[in-house]
Each structure stands twice: as C-alpha cells, then as structure tokens.
C-alpha cells in the first residue's frame, strides 16, 4: 500500500469539524482517515441514488395520479351538492 505523504488544508465551519471528529471517534480512527474512506467509497451514481432517482420518479406519477383523483372526487361531490340543491 503506497504512503499517504500529500497534505491537503480544507476551511471547515467549527460545527462541520466537530461533525468529523465525532465520525472519526465512531470509527476509531482518524479525521483523515474518515475523509479518505468516505471519499474512495463515494461513487457517483451508486446504486443508493439509482433507487433514490427511481422513486422520485414514482412519487412524481404518484402526485400526479392523486391529483387527479382528487380532482374527479371534487367535481362528483360538487355535482351530487348542486343534485341536493335542486
């Protein structure tokens, strides 16, 4: 395994620090460590945010069929009102 020599200095909030070190404590190892994993794990469009994409694409048709429904129910409840009305 090749030595990581490199340094990088990131600006960081005092919250987002304390955020690190409290997953690094988690883990047992260190700030650098956690970024390192965490980083080398990522991989854009991992099968996580596939499903994700997928059931935002679900919930959009399932908006959408709701509102319709909806909007028949509405117009059935108006038409049976405007029924009793009369």
Not at 1 to 20: D, G, N, W, Y
Not at 32 to 58: I, K
């Amino acid at each position: 395994m090749r030595t990581k020599t490199e340094h990088i200095t990131i600006l960081a909030s005092p919250e987002f620090r304390t955020f690190l070190t409290r997953e690094a404590a988690k883990e047992r190892i260190s700030i650098s460590e956690l970024v390192r994993r965490r980083c080398e794990q990522y991989t854009p469009g991992n099968e996580d945010e596939r499903v994700f994409a997928e059931l935002v694409v679900q919930l959009r048709e399932s908006v959408k069929a709701a509102g319709k429904s909806l909007d028949r129910g509405i117009r059935d409840a108006e038409s049976v009102l405007k029924e009793l009305r009369a």
